[in-house]
């Protein structure tokens, strides 16, 4: 089964640009465009940010930006707020028809 | 507006059984796979299986398969997680999300979550 690699914290000031890494394999993340991204503020449940790697649904705002490079794709904060200290987690839809979560990233906002 | 909204919380013994629900006012609840998500205390989220409600084609994460059951009635818009022999383990916020499909799949809508607490 797929599994996906994130780290399990980083921080950045306020105002500042963070990004947090989802490795998979050059079967799974380096072959689909696949992944998507989830913010969990603490206490709540998980809310939708992006996905197939880049898009952004409706009412997310444009601070949040998804890529990805060869097995790892990626979700980039900019103009970081106090408001986006949360759990983030990536996803992938795999080739088996199943999902697979990530580890989860703890964003803390200095 | 699509919501989806799940039962209360529950305080269960180990071996009893439990099943909760997912309700999905605000749209055609038939027409979209409903998946269940765990989260353990101070964990990630755990993918466990997802139904669809208008034919009930299941499909569970190896992890789960046989450890619970997921089901759905379509006359009342509401999907369920089961288990009939709780254990300790089990304690943990269960989480329903709508899946969506564009050139792939994602969860666009999720519950409130259901916090299950077993305890002896």
């Known amino acids: 089964q797929s599994a996906l690699t994130q780290p399990p914290s980083v921080s950045g000031s306020l105002g500042q640009s963070v990004t947090i890494s989802c490795t998979g394999t050059?079967?799974?993340?380096?072959?689909?465009?696949?992944v998507s991204w989830y913010q969990q503020p603490p206490g709540t449940a998980p809310k939708f940010m992006i996905y197939?790697?880049?898009n952004r649904p409706s009412g997310v705002p444009d601070r949040f930006s998804g890529s990805k490079s060869g097995n790892t794709a990626s979700l980039t904060i900019s103009g970081l707020q106090a408001e986006d200290e949360a759990d983030y987690y990536c996803s992938l839809y795999t080739i088996s028809s199943t999902w697979v979560f990530g580890g989860g990233t703890k964003l803390t906002v200095l | 507006e699509v919501q989806l909204v799940q039962s209360g919380a529950e305080v269960k013994k180990p071996g009893e059984s439990l099943k909760i629900s997912c309700k999905g006012p605000?749209?055609?609840?038939?027409?979209?796979?409903i998946g269940w998500v765990r989260q353990m205390p101070g964990k990630g989220l755990e993918w466990m299986g997802i139904?669809?409600?208008?034919?009930?084609?299941?499909r569970y994460s190896p992890s789960f398969q046989g450890q619970v059951t997921i089901s759905a009635d379509k006359s009342i818009s509401t999907a369920y997680l089961q288990w009939s022999s709780l254990k300790a383990s089990d304690t943990a916020m269960y989480y329903c999300?709508?899946?969506?499909?564009?050139?792939?799949?994602?969860?666009?809508?999720w519950g409130q979550g259901t916090l299950v607490t077993v305890s002896s």
């Open positions: 605000g749209y055609s609840f038939t027409s979209y796979w």
């Open positions: 197939e790697v880049s």
């Open positions: 999300a709508r899946a969506q499909f564009s050139s792939s799949w994602y969860f666009d809508y």
């Open positions: 139904i669809y409600p208008g034919d009930s084609d299941t």
């Open positions: 050059s079967s799974d993340v380096g072959s689909y465009n696949r």
